[in-house]
């Protein structure tokens, strides 16, 4: 079945650093790849996503881009700032009845001022 | 916008006892999801429905039971609650056809615990 795997945090970051989250997955064909941020005490909200092969996403700083070859989605911010602190899900929309989400397992950032 | 509403937001249960999640979303959104998020772990799902009088299992479906009766509500409920039944859980919904994006629209969330 399809799987999303993510690195696990929590990641703790100095504002203005470069911020990478890992992201890899398994699916049939070619799904779709989101990032989703939960801030604290929230749900969860679409940062960005892609939906083929090279497609790059973007969104309030933050870029993925599509790697079929590596079947990665990794997510990358150039200067992260303290608002930037929240949990972090990659995501796969695949093909199969209901078009259901799969989550990867959530990365936690801390962004210290 | 509303978007989608889920009540209560947070819940304690005693072992047995049983109660309903509701939500409901005023977007005319087809496919209607509740996943669970366990403490440092991601999202699992537990039932869908793609339309009003269909739904299906997902993941994590024991213990759970769903119905959707009209295309705004997608109730779930515990029967028999367990403290492993403690968690976060978040009802969500999605467009289909022409305007889909395949982003999922999600509630605030509702806290249970079950002792």
């Known amino acids: 079945g399809d799987s999303v795997t993510q690195m696990e945090g929590p990641v703790t970051l100095s504002e203005e650093a470069f911020l990478t989250i890992n992201c890899t997955y398994t699916a049939t064909g070619y799904p779709s790849l989101f990032w989703y941020v939960q801030y604290p005490g929230e749900g969860l909200q679409l940062l960005l996503k892609?939906?083929?092969?090279?497609d790059k996403g973007s969104n309030k700083g933050f870029e993925a881009t599509y790697r079929k070859e590596t079947t990665s989605f990794h997510l990358e911010k150039g200067s992260v700032q303290v608002s930037d602190s929240a949990v972090y899900f990659c995501?796969?929309?695949?093909?199969?009845?209901?078009?259901?989400?799969?989550f990867g397992g959530g990365t936690r950032v801390l962004v210290k001022p | 916008n509303a978007g989608v509403t889920q009540t209560p937001k947070f819940r304690i249960l005693k072992i047995g006892q049983s109660m309903t999640l509701q939500c409901t979303q005023d977007m005319n959104h087809n496919y209607m999801y509740w996943y669970r998020q366990d403490p440092g772990m991601g999202l699992k799902l537990i039932y869908y429905?793609?339309?009003?009088?269909?739904?299906d299992k997902g993941e994590v479906p024991n213990g759970y039971n769903v119905s959707r009766s009209t295309t705004e509500d997608f109730p779930l409920r515990l029967e028999l609650a367990a403290p492993s039944q403690t968690s976060v859980y978040f009802c969500a919904s999605r467009k289909t056809g022409p305007q889909n994006t395949g982003e999922l629209f999600f509630g605030e969330g509702s806290r249970l615990t079950v002792l």
């Open positions: 892609a939906t083929k092969a090279d």
């Open positions: 995501a796969l929309s695949g093909k199969a009845a209901g078009n259901k989400l799969t």
């Open positions: 429905s793609v339309g009003a009088g269909i739904t």
